[in-house]
């Protein structure tokens, strides 16, 4: 029977009164000690087994369970002298202000009409549930400045707070006796008005009487390869305190001098302190022995690796494999490639059944070692068996319904994907699992851009959701195909990338023909069966057919749209079907009729116009199978026309390069002349700029002009036969800039968008004079990639590139604390059935959300109904 | 084939309203209109029409439980990533700076009180914005002229105790000020005496000391001599057919209450400026435009619900609060959402202090206790009956 796990419904926060302190405990503990000569914990020390035990072998003296098993209980120690809790030095500093030094008063020093008010304010905060304490501060700022007790007429001194847990009274430095006593005097009727709930607490507990221990289950000790024990810091921290706790006490009981019992007090404080939080300001943090600071109760709690965020919001668990990731050109995007090895490792539970009795007492014969076999098996009593060890035959004829097999990972299984710094949901996803030789996870390249995945080592994680349930729920809401569409803008995110869209265009540029053995050819590598249609064209006998016909039969039926394509140049007038770079993509029923497929087609993150529509009337499915096909097509079609692309792809005939120095000369002139105007105080100043910015300004403008029409000039010598610009123009990879830089000019490089000014006294270099602020001084480079750098243009090459480094680690640090607290903030929210967005109060934060209740990933491009289709849908184009 | 007339679609259109949004209605009238007076349209097509938008908007609605707040959360931060650190210059103005990118971006969700760029355009009444005369003149009424901004010079004479300026003439005509008119307003607002020399001040301090006559010569220098308060610098923009001001430095309030300015378009990117003007819901606007810009200067595409959800979130509770520990994740319900989040430990110890509960109906805490979350899959419960006998349980 499956248990019905415990639900917590709420937690309640109270503070522990000493009485509470003293109940909870089983022990008093008394000695400074940990251990005896033997090894044996001491009794009444800080080991004390009835603490709970961590050593195995040994037994807990208060539940009688062994290490593991014992949660640990707490113990005590009865603290000599009464000790300031530092959590609560603020609020005992506002309750020792706010109320009256009178011993026989101790009254909140503000009018009872004024009181009242106050009271009835708290009332109706709790009433609206909200933050009835932050009434306080108000009454502690206000009662604090009060110098005569409106109750008993005493004078007020006033009270002085030093950090970490001094306060003084005029002259006087007040005891944690004194502050107990006085916090005793309080009134329980003012203690809302001080902001203390009376019902969970009460105000002098907040001083120390009793301090409780904790179980050893908390602070383990930790035994070292050379059989030396090393404590827990808490356990060194409560040495600490017992052995002071205990002098304070003998030098007391011997009628020591008043000094002395006051310092041995202020060390107990100091240690209970550091104990609590050892990073409070005004006093040294306690050190171990070597030097280390330790890292008390505060410090387990805190900060990204602490107890909450490390181990609370975030767990390790089990049934989970990283490695390196290589791609698979012919994998589903579904699918996700694990090594036999891992596959060997990670198990999923299977209950033995009539149907799978058979197949399953296989697997288990085959045990751990031979691949489709399995790890453990589990009676229906619940006694687990490790296949290792046991003997696997026997146990496979004990199989019968109700045991559970834990058997390999195989083909089929659904698994969970991850790669970090998983930014987005589409950074986990569920996989559909393929067994494969070798030592990596593969994945399907167009999988890439949601996980921003590259192959230069990156590292991924896979999950094994155990029940049925989890299967079930990843299987439908994360499955890789579920997620092509992204909630972030509506379109597609998973697609076609790099030789997918120059694969594609290769094939259906114009011109392409192919014989059917070619075609036949490129159709096989789909791996599924086509009948060709009839040839395109017919020559000397021999048929043939174009790439258009052959992409169109991986299309639905009944497909239609029209859009331009990448590589279109926004002509003033659109030709339409006429165009010379056939840029004008129309798809009737489903046959691609003109235009190329490029990037707009169906490239991630891209406008991606065919995918996109395919995902939104057609379902996931038959997206899923379209990309699968079309990549693999694509990449068949590279591979069969040939594509490379290499340095020549950036050469360009020496008229041009004449030309391209001609212009950059002239800039250069143009900027000396600039200069020249300037140093003779005749520039005019852009309203608003100092004469010095507008010349900066105008400087720029004219290089930038220069750098692009040099651009301009090698692009025209660069046409679609060039493999590079067939990348950059199709959206495939890199872009025109990048080819100009490489053929043509690199251009000025900036730092904090202005030309480059530092480095010495009024220059950049030495080789230059003081105050050059010629183009070539100032960080422009004329040369191209390809030619070359000289080494002052490479100097200033790696100063702007250098800024660049800094600018994304700066980024990611900063992006990723911004997410974190829009998440934080927003987690919280969700759609109710009312159509409104909710917090975890119910409060409505939205009345529907985004106006208008819809989906951003369902949406068409963030519309809601895409009108316009579905009018064209049902009157026809 | 006779199409239905162009009222019969309005008529048929209209039905849908209440049902689908009322922007794609509007739309879908718009188109129907449009095709109609192309080619004629069947009543049975519009029919069908109208069926297919309203099945389309029916299955494009959000599901309960959809946890849309992370959702937005991780919309607008993975896309951080991509942007870009620097402060450029403006596009469309190249005299004004701006904060871009991921800075600015920032500088919304932290709700900050000032930002690092305030800017404001502000549009004219029809009878200014046409005229380029006027539109200047209100330019340089409103830009802040300092007693420095018309200093030709300035010096302190340490021998006779005075502090002495030299006006700039063209710059005072420019600004249409006179040497007596400066005099007078340093006069009344610091309490000393000026004499004029031509285009000299000398400016006396009420007492003759060194250090009185140091912070004497630092106030003089920034006295404003007429202007808005904070606006710095004024650039006048044709747009559209029309003149339009852009500054820097931003003062809603004034900007809004001078007769010349048209209160209905004229912006500020100051959102707390906004909030206290006009109040939340502008506000609200004012973070998703300014957040919308921001995004879209750097080509990312973000959907807007997101957008508006964060800025809802921010706004929810009457005033702007920041995203962060001083704003909506300081003010949750639950302790333990407080304590994972930032400063643990203070969250826990006033926890006890104030007896507070928490009822565990956030996602953290469940996390935290190892529950489901009352998200999704997990905002429902299934109960089995077994038997068909109607169970128990």
Redesign the interface.
């Known amino acids: 029977m499956m248990r019905i796990p415990k639900?917590?419904?709420?937690?309640?926060?109270?503070?522990m009164s000493p009485e509470d302190t003293r109940k909870l405990s089983v022990t008093k503990i008394i000695a400074a000690d940990t251990y005896d000569e033997d090894g044996y914990p001491i009794e009444r020390g800080l080991m004390d087994t009835r603490l709970g035990v961590v050593d195995p072998g040994l037994r807990c003296r208060t539940c009688g369970a062994r290490a593991g098993e014992c949660p640990g209980h707490f113990g005590h120690i009865e603290l000599t002298r009464p000790v300031i809790h530092v959590?609560?030095v603020e609020?005992i500093y506002g309750c020792l202000r706010a109320t009256c030094r009178n011993k026989k008063c101790g009254k909140i020093l503000l009018s009872e009409q004024k009181l009242e008010e106050f009271r009835k304010q708290i009332e109706d905060a709790i009433k609206e549930r909200r933050?009835?304490?932050e009434i306080s501060t108000q009454i502690v700022r206000s009662a604090a400045a009060v110098e005569k007790c409106p109750h008993c007429g005493e004078k007020q001194l006033t009270i002085k707070f030093e950090k970490p847990t001094t306060f003084i009274e005029g002259k006087n430095r007040l005891t944690p006796s004194d502050v107990r006593e006085r916090l005793e005097n309080i009134k329980e009727e003012d203690l809302p008005l001080l902001?203390?709930?009376p019902?969970?607490?009460k105000p002098e507990w907040?001083v120390l009487t009793a301090l409780p221990v904790p179980p050893v289950t908390v602070r383990p000790s930790i035994t070292l390869e050379s059989g030396v024990r090393s404590e827990d810091d808490l356990t060194h921290k409560l040495v600490d305190i017992i052995r002071i706790n205990q002098r304070l006490a003998e030098n007391i009981e011997a009628g020591a001098p008043h000094l002395i019992v006051e310092d041995l007090w202020e060390l107990l404080q100091y240690h209970v302190t550091t104990y609590f939080?050892n990073g409070v300001s005004g006093i040294p943090p306690a050190r171990h022995r070597s030097g280390r600071v330790l890292r008390t109760l505060?410090q387990r709690?805190?900060?990204k690796e602490?107890r909450?965020?490390g181990n609370?919001?975030g767990?390790r668990v089990d049934f989970s494999a990283r490695t390196v990731v290589s791609p698979d050109p012919n994998i589903s995007i579904n699918e996700i490639g694990v090594p036999e090895y891992v596959a060997r490792t990670l198990t999923i539970p299977v209950r033995v059944t009539e149907h799978n009795i058979e197949e399953l007492r296989n697997v288990v014969r085959r045990g751990t070692d031979i691949y489709p076999g399995s790890n453990n098996v589990i009676s229906s009593e619940g006694k687990r068996y490790d296949l290792r060890y046991a003997d696997r035959e026997e146990l496979a004829n004990k199989l019968e319904p109700g045991f559970i097999v834990e058997r390999h990972l195989k083909d089929g299984d659904i698994v969970l994907f991850n790669r970090q710094p998983s930014?987005?949901?589409m950074s986990i996803m569920a996989h559909e699992v393929r067994v494969l030789p070798g030592r990596t996870f593969r994945l399907s390249l167009s999988v890439c851009p949601p996980y921003n995945a590259d192959f230069d080592g990156d590292e991924m994680n896979v999950h094994v959701p155990q029940s049925e349930e989890a299967q079930a729920?990843a299987s439908i809401?994360m499955r890789v195909q579920e997620q092509i569409l992204s909630?972030?803008?509506?379109?597609p995110i998973i697609g076609g990338i790099q030789d997918h869209i120059t694969g594609a265009y290769l094939l259906t540029r114009k011109g392409t023909l192919l014989t059917r053995e070619q075609a036949q050819q490129l159709l096989a590598s789909v791996g599924k069966f086509f009948d060709l249609p009839k040839p395109a064209k017919r020559e000397r006998g021999v048929e043939y057919w174009t790439g258009k016909q052959i992409f169109s039969m991986l299309l639905p039926k009944k497909l239609n749209i029209t859009f331009k394509a990448k590589i279109c140049k926004n002509c003033a007038r659109c030709k339409e079907e006429e165009c010379e770079i056939d840029a004008y993509v129309v798809i009737r029923d489903g046959q691609l009729q003109s235009g190329v497929v490029d990037a707009r087609s169906y490239k991630a993150l891209d406008r991606c116009e065919i995918l996109d529509r395919i995902v939104k009337d057609y379902g996931t499915t038959v997206a899923r199978e379209f990309l699968d096909d079309v990549t693999k097509l694509s990449i068949a079609a590279a591979v069969m026309f040939g594509f490379t692309t290499s340095i020549d792809d950036e050469d360009i005939p020496p008229e041009a390069k004449e030309r391209i120095s001609e212009v950059i000369e002239d800039a250069k002139d143009r900027v000396s002349k600039l200069i020249e105007v300037y140093n003779a105080g005749e520039l005019e100043p852009?309203?608003?700029?100092s004469l010095r910015e507008t010349l900066e300004?105008r400087i720029m403008e004219v290089l930038a002009e220069s750098r692009d029409t040099a651009g301009s000039i090698a692009e025209k010598y660069l046409g679609l036969d060039n493999h590079a610009v067939i990348m950059a123009r199709t959206g495939a990879r890199g872009s025109m800039l990048n080819l100009t830089q490489m053929a043509a000019c690199v251009g000025q490089q900036s730092v904090?968008?202005e030309r480059l000014s530092r480095g010495y006294r009024k220059r950049t270099l030495p080789h230059y004079k003081h105050e050059d602020l010629g183009a070539e001084a100032r960080g422009f480079i004329s040369s191209s990639y390809k030619d070359g750098l000289n080494p002052l243009e490479f100097f200033f090459h790696a100063m702007g590139g250098r800024e660049g480094l800094v600018?994304t680690a700066?980024?990611?640090a900063?992006?990723g604390y911004?997410?974190r607290?829009?998440?934080?903030?927003?987690?919280?929210?969700?759609?109710?059935?009312d159509?409104t967005?909710r917090?975890?109060?119910g409060?409505i934060?939205?009345f529907k959300?985004?106006?208008?209740?819809?989906?951003?990933a369902?949406?068409d491009n963030?519309k809601?109904?895409?009108?316009?289709k579905?009018?064209e849908?049902?009157?026809g184009g | 084939m006779v199409g239905v007339s162009p009222d019969t679609i309005k008529t048929e259109v209209s039905k849908l309203e209440g049902e689908?949004?009322e922007?794609?209605v509007h739309?879908?009238r718009g188109?129907?209109l449009r095709?109609s007076k192309e080619?004629a349209?069947t009543r049975e097509?519009i029919e069908?029409?109208i069926e297919?938008?309203k099945q389309?908007?029916t299955?494009?609605?959000?599901?309960?439980?959809?946890?849309?707040?992370?959702?937005?959360?991780?919309?607008?931060?993975?896309?951080?990533?991509q942007?870009?650190?620097?402060?450029?210059?403006y596009a469309g103005v190249?005299?004004?700076n701006v904060t871009l990118g991921?800075p600015r971006?920032?500088e919304i969700?932290d709700a900050r009180k000032t930002p690092s760029a305030a800017l404001m355009t502000i549009y004219l009444k029809e009878k200014f914005a046409k005229s380029k005369e006027k539109a200047r003149e209100f330019a340089h009424k409103i830009e802040l002229t300092t007693v420095e901004d018309v200093a030709l010079q300035t010096e302190t004479d340490l021998i006779n105790m005075v502090f002495i300026i030299t006006l700039d003439r063209s710059r005072m005509q420019r600004k249409e000020l006179t040497p007596s008119k400066i005099a007078s307003t340093i006069k009344d607002t610091l309490n000393t005496d000026v004499g004029i020399d031509g285009y000299k001040l000398r400016i006396k301090p009420s007492t003759t000391t060194l250090s009185e006559l140091r912070k004497l010569a630092t106030r003089v220098r920034a006295l404003p001599l007429r202007g808005v308060k904070g606006i710095t610098?004024?650039?006048v923009k044709m747009e559209d057919d029309e003149y339009v001001v852009h500054t820097?430095g931003s003062n809603f309030l004034e900007i809004l209450s001078m007769p010349e300015v048209d209160q209905t378009r004229t912006v500020t990117n100051n959102i707390h400026e906004i909030e206290e003007v006009l109040g939340i819901e502008a506000a609200r606007n004012a973070i998703v435009n300014e957040a919308v810009k921001t995004l879209e200067e750097q080509g990312l595409?973000?959907?807007?619900?997101?957008i508006?959800?964060?800025a809802?979130?921010m706004c929810?509770s009457g005033e702007v609060r920041q995203?962060?520990r001083h704003?909506?994740?300081g003010?949750?319900?639950?302790?333990?959402?407080r304590?994972?989040?930032e400063i643990?430990?203070?969250h826990?110890?006033?926890?006890?202090?104030?007896?507070?509960?928490?009822?565990?109906?956030?996602?953290?805490e469940n996390?935290?206790?190892?529950?489901p979350i009352?998200?999704?899959?997990g905002?429902v419960e299934l109960v089995m009956r077994r038997g068909g006998e109607g169970g128990t349980k």
């Open positions: 639900l917590i419904d709420s937690i309640d926060f109270c503070l959590g609560y609020t933050k009835w304490w902001g203390i709930d019902k969970v607490a907040m939080d505060a709690l805190r900060g602490g909450f965020r609370l919001s767990k930014l987005h949901r729920e809401l909630p972030r803008f509506g379109g852009l309203p608003g700029r300004m904090r968008g600018d700066v980024r990611t900063q992006s911004m997410q607290r829009l998440i934080n903030a927003l987690q919280d929210l969700r759609v109710e059935y159509g967005v917090d975890d109060r409060a934060i939205q959300y985004g106006e208008d209740g819809v989906d951003p369902r949406s963030g809601a109904v895409n009108v316009e579905i009018i849908r049902v009157i | 689908v949004p922007s794609v739309e879908l188109a129907l095709v080619r349209i097509q069908q029409i297919g938008v389309a908007y299955s494009a609605i959000v599901e309960p439980g959809e946890a849309v707040g992370t959702i937005a959360a991780q919309s607008i931060g993975e896309p951080g990533t942007m870009t650190l620097r402060t450029f210059h190249a005299e004004l991921l971006l920032i969700i610098r004024v650039v820097e595409n973000v959907d807007l619900r997101h508006m959800l964060v809802d979130m929810a995203v962060g704003g909506v994740s003010e949750k319900a639950s302790v333990l959402a304590a994972s989040f643990t430990t203070k826990l110890l006033d926890a006890c202090i104030h007896g507070e509960s928490d009822k565990l109906d956030g996602i953290i996390v935290i206790a190892g529950q009352p998200l999704g899959t905002s």
